[in-house]
Protein backbone atom coordinates (compact mmCIF):
# COMPACT_ATOMS: atom_id res chain seq x y z
CA UNK A 1 0.00 0.00 0.00
CA UNK A 2 1.18 3.31 -1.08
CA UNK A 3 0.52 5.61 2.04
CA UNK A 4 2.17 9.05 0.66
CA UNK A 5 -1.09 10.10 0.06
CA UNK A 6 -1.89 10.23 3.55
CA UNK A 7 -0.54 13.23 4.74
CA UNK A 8 -2.37 15.79 1.63
CA UNK A 9 -5.00 18.08 2.63
CA UNK A 10 -7.07 18.77 -0.08
CA UNK A 11 -10.62 19.80 -0.96
CA UNK A 12 -12.12 21.14 -4.24
CA UNK A 13 -13.13 25.04 -4.68
CA UNK A 14 -15.35 24.21 -7.40
CA UNK A 15 -16.08 27.72 -7.87
CA UNK A 16 -12.80 28.88 -8.72
CA UNK A 17 -11.28 26.14 -10.92
CA UNK A 18 -14.48 25.99 -12.71
CA UNK A 19 -14.19 22.21 -13.33
CA UNK A 20 -10.79 22.33 -14.81
CA UNK A 21 -10.02 18.49 -14.18
CA UNK A 22 -12.79 17.91 -16.90
CA UNK A 23 -11.19 20.25 -19.51
CA UNK A 24 -8.35 17.85 -20.38
CA UNK A 25 -5.14 19.32 -19.64
CA UNK A 26 -3.63 16.24 -21.14
CA UNK A 27 -6.20 15.99 -23.92
CA UNK A 28 -7.35 12.64 -22.19
CA UNK A 29 -10.73 12.22 -20.61
CA UNK A 30 -11.71 10.43 -17.93
CA UNK A 31 -11.10 6.59 -17.18
CA UNK A 32 -13.84 4.65 -17.14
CA UNK A 33 -13.38 1.48 -15.24
CA UNK A 34 -14.49 -2.22 -16.64
CA UNK A 35 -18.03 -1.87 -15.04
CA UNK A 36 -18.75 1.10 -16.34
CA UNK A 37 -18.18 0.27 -19.87
CA UNK A 38 -20.02 -2.64 -19.54
CA UNK A 39 -23.20 -0.49 -18.11
CA UNK A 40 -22.19 2.41 -20.79
CA UNK A 41 -24.90 1.24 -23.17
CA UNK A 42 -28.04 1.66 -20.58
CA UNK A 43 -26.81 4.97 -19.26
CA UNK A 44 -25.45 7.49 -21.85
CA UNK A 45 -28.37 7.76 -24.36
CA UNK A 46 -30.14 9.29 -21.39
CA UNK A 47 -28.58 12.16 -20.89
CA UNK A 48 -28.34 13.27 -24.40
CA UNK A 49 -30.97 16.07 -23.57
CA UNK A 50 -28.23 17.66 -20.98
CA UNK A 51 -26.18 18.37 -24.25
CA UNK A 52 -25.56 21.13 -26.39
CA UNK A 53 -26.30 20.51 -29.77
CA UNK A 54 -22.96 19.75 -30.90
CA UNK A 55 -21.96 17.12 -28.15
CA UNK A 56 -25.31 15.72 -28.62
CA UNK A 57 -24.35 14.76 -31.96
CA UNK A 58 -21.16 13.53 -31.45
CA UNK A 59 -22.17 11.28 -28.26
CA UNK A 60 -24.85 9.76 -30.69
CA UNK A 61 -22.46 8.65 -33.11
CA UNK A 62 -19.84 7.27 -30.32
CA UNK A 63 -21.67 7.08 -27.64
CA UNK A 64 -19.28 9.78 -25.73
CA UNK A 65 -16.44 7.15 -25.20
CA UNK A 66 -13.04 6.51 -27.00
CA UNK A 67 -10.95 2.89 -26.63
CA UNK A 68 -7.77 1.58 -27.08
CA UNK A 69 -7.49 -1.65 -26.84
CA UNK A 70 -9.39 -2.74 -23.16
CA UNK A 71 -9.21 1.04 -21.64
CA UNK A 72 -12.04 3.04 -22.03
CA UNK A 73 -12.08 6.84 -21.82
CA UNK A 74 -14.71 9.62 -21.89
CA UNK A 75 -14.30 11.20 -25.59
CA UNK A 76 -12.18 14.73 -25.48
CA UNK A 77 -13.79 17.23 -28.13
CA UNK A 78 -11.86 19.18 -30.58
CA UNK A 79 -11.76 22.31 -28.01
CA UNK A 80 -10.07 19.84 -25.23
CA UNK A 81 -12.95 19.01 -23.03
CA UNK A 82 -14.72 16.10 -21.88
CA UNK A 83 -17.50 15.82 -24.06
CA UNK A 84 -20.05 15.94 -21.38
CA UNK A 85 -19.16 18.85 -19.46
CA UNK A 86 -21.87 21.33 -20.05
CA UNK A 87 -22.06 24.90 -19.24
CA UNK A 88 -25.49 26.27 -16.92
CA UNK A 89 -27.15 29.50 -17.16
CA UNK A 90 -24.53 31.72 -14.95
CA UNK A 91 -21.76 30.59 -17.91
CA UNK A 92 -20.32 28.01 -15.20
CA UNK A 93 -19.25 24.55 -16.14
CA UNK A 94 -20.73 21.35 -14.96
CA UNK A 95 -20.89 17.66 -15.75
CA UNK A 96 -23.55 16.48 -17.60
CA UNK A 97 -24.07 13.02 -15.83
CA UNK A 98 -24.00 14.75 -12.27
CA UNK A 99 -26.77 17.51 -13.14
CA UNK A 100 -29.00 14.26 -14.89
CA UNK A 101 -28.40 12.16 -11.42
CA UNK A 102 -29.79 15.16 -9.39
CA UNK A 103 -32.69 15.41 -11.08
CA UNK A 104 -33.25 11.74 -10.96
CA UNK A 105 -32.72 11.13 -14.76
CA UNK A 106 -29.95 8.22 -13.92
CA UNK A 107 -28.74 6.35 -10.41
CA UNK A 108 -25.09 7.27 -11.84
CA UNK A 109 -22.95 10.27 -10.31
CA UNK A 110 -20.63 10.25 -12.93
CA UNK A 111 -17.55 8.25 -13.25
CA UNK A 112 -15.87 6.92 -10.41
CA UNK A 113 -12.57 8.44 -11.79
CA UNK A 114 -13.94 11.53 -11.70
CA UNK A 115 -15.80 11.50 -8.14
CA UNK A 116 -11.66 9.85 -6.90
CA UNK A 117 -10.15 12.65 -8.94
CA UNK A 118 -7.30 14.48 -7.92
CA UNK A 119 -6.86 10.41 -7.17
CA UNK A 120 -5.64 8.11 -10.22
CA UNK A 121 -5.34 4.41 -10.09
CA UNK A 122 -1.63 3.50 -11.04
CA UNK A 123 -0.73 0.01 -12.53
CA UNK A 124 2.91 -1.20 -12.32
CA UNK A 125 4.22 -4.43 -11.81
CA UNK A 126 0.91 -5.98 -11.14
CA UNK A 127 0.16 -3.63 -8.53
CA UNK A 128 -2.72 -1.09 -8.33
CA UNK A 129 -1.58 2.31 -6.29
CA UNK A 130 -3.68 5.56 -5.28
CA UNK A 131 -1.19 8.00 -7.50
CA UNK A 132 -2.18 12.23 -6.27
CA UNK A 133 -2.14 13.93 -9.58
CA UNK A 134 -1.27 17.73 -9.28
CA UNK A 135 -2.99 20.43 -11.70
CA UNK A 136 -1.99 24.31 -10.94
CA UNK A 137 -5.65 25.05 -10.88
CA UNK A 138 -5.59 22.96 -7.89
CA UNK A 139 -3.53 25.18 -6.10
CA UNK A 140 -6.27 26.29 -3.61
CA UNK A 141 -7.60 22.96 -2.76
CA UNK A 142 -4.26 22.43 -1.34
CA UNK A 143 -5.50 25.22 1.56
CA UNK A 144 -7.64 23.20 2.98
CA UNK A 145 -7.74 22.21 6.52
CA UNK A 146 -9.64 17.84 5.19
CA UNK A 147 -7.11 15.36 4.56
CA UNK A 148 -7.33 14.31 0.99
CA UNK A 149 -8.80 10.60 1.95
CA UNK A 150 -11.53 11.70 4.18
CA UNK A 151 -12.43 14.25 1.54
CA UNK A 152 -12.53 11.34 -1.07
CA UNK A 153 -13.87 8.67 1.62
CA UNK A 154 -16.66 7.20 -0.46
CA UNK A 155 -15.46 7.13 -3.80
CA UNK A 156 -11.94 5.27 -2.53
CA UNK A 157 -14.94 3.21 -1.23
CA UNK A 158 -15.89 2.24 -3.91
CA UNK A 159 -12.71 0.64 -5.18
CA UNK A 160 -11.39 -1.69 -2.62
CA UNK A 161 -13.29 -4.57 -1.01
CA UNK A 162 -14.69 -4.39 2.46
CA UNK A 163 -11.99 -5.92 3.98
CA UNK A 164 -9.55 -3.53 1.64
CA UNK A 165 -10.99 -0.43 2.63
CA UNK A 166 -11.21 -1.07 6.65
CA UNK A 167 -7.49 -2.08 6.55
CA UNK A 168 -6.73 0.78 4.50
CA UNK A 169 -8.70 3.40 6.69
CA UNK A 170 -6.75 1.77 9.66
CA UNK A 171 -3.16 2.58 8.19
CA UNK A 172 -5.34 5.78 7.73
CA UNK A 173 -6.06 6.28 11.04
CA UNK A 174 -3.06 5.50 12.64
CA UNK A 175 -1.21 7.96 10.11
CA UNK A 176 -3.53 10.84 11.36
CA UNK A 177 -3.00 10.32 15.09
CA UNK A 178 0.24 10.38 14.67
CA UNK A 179 0.52 13.45 12.68
CA UNK A 180 -2.15 15.13 15.42
CA UNK A 181 0.82 13.98 18.20
CA UNK A 182 3.25 14.98 16.28
CA UNK A 183 5.33 18.28 17.18
CA UNK A 184 5.11 20.34 14.03
CA UNK A 185 1.47 20.11 14.20
CA UNK A 186 1.07 21.82 17.73
S1 LIG B 1 -17.62 12.77 -17.11
FE1 LIG B 1 -18.25 14.66 -16.08
S2 LIG B 1 -16.89 14.88 -14.28
FE2 LIG B 1 -15.98 13.36 -15.66
S3 LIG B 1 -14.51 14.52 -16.91
FE3 LIG B 1 -16.47 14.44 -18.05
S4 LIG B 1 -17.58 16.30 -17.48
FE4 LIG B 1 -15.93 16.01 -15.97
Not at 66 to 91: A, H, M, P, Q, W
Amino acid sequence: MDTSIFSIKFSCYYNRCNSFCCRGEDGIGAPLFRKEVILWDNIYYKILEFLPEEKKRIVEFNKGITCSGDKCYTFVDKYGECIFLIRDSNGLYRCAFQRAYEEGVIDFPKPLSCRLFPLRIIEAYRNKYLKFVFYRECRLALNSDIYLVDFLKEPIKEIFSEEGFQLFMKYFDLYKNKDKNSPTSK
